[in-house]
C-alpha cells in the first residue's frame, strides 16, 4: 500500500497499483475446496450383481414386427401404414389381443424423438408390451 503525502496542492493523485494478494488468496481457497470436491462427486459403487437364472422366452409362431423406414414411414410386417391406420391396422393384425408382444424395430438414422412418438402411438392404442429389435453384435475373442 502505497501513499503520498504532497502537502503542495489540494489534489490527490490516483494510485494505478492493484493488490493482488487478496485476490490470489481467494483463488488459492477455490482450488483447495474444487480439489477437495471434485472426487467426492464422481463415487463408484462396487456392486456384485447376481447372474440372471431366467431362461430366455420362446419366440412366437407369428412375430409381428412394426418397422419404422428412415422417411419415416410404418410398416407393420410387409404393409406401409399410415399413422392415423396404425391402432386399427393392429387391432385386425392381433385379433383384438393387445396383450401380445409387438416388435418394434427402427432404423439406425431414425431420431430418438421420432421413435418416441410412434412408441406413444403404441401406447395410445393400448400396446404396452413393445419388444425393441436391433442386430446382435458377435464378439471378437
Not at 34 to 60: C, E, G, H, W, Y
Not at 73 to 95: C, H, I, W
Request: no cysteine; proline share 6%.
Amino acid at each position: 500500500m502505497s501513499v503520498r503525502l504532497n502537502h503542495g496542492g489540494d489534489d490527490l493523485e490516483a494510485v494505478h497499483e492493484i493488490n493482488v494478494t487478496p485476490f490470489i488468496d481467494v483463488i488459492l481457497v477455490l482450488l483447495i475446496i474444487f480439489m477437495v470436491a471434485a472426487p467426492l462427486a464422481t463415487v463408484d459403487i462396487a456392486v456384485n450383481l447376481p447372474a440372471a437364472s431366467a431362461k430366455p422366452q420362446q419366440r412366437p409362431d407369428k412375430p409381428v414386427y412394426l418397422t419404422v423406414k428412415p422417411d419415416l414411414t410404418l410398416t407393420v410386417g410387409n404393409d406401409t401404414v399410415s399413422r392415423d391406420a396404425l391402432s386399427s391396422t393392429l387391432e385386425r393384425t392381433f385379433e383384438g389381443k393387445k396383450d401380445q408382444p409387438l416388435f418394434l424395430r427402427a432404423d439406425k438414422t431414425v431420431q430418438y424423438g421420432d421413435l418416441m412418438e410412434v412408441m406413444n402411438l403404441l401406447r395410445t392404442a393400448g400396446y404396452l408390451k413393445i419388444a425393441l429389435v436391433g442386430l446382435e453384435r458377435v464378439s471378437q475373442p
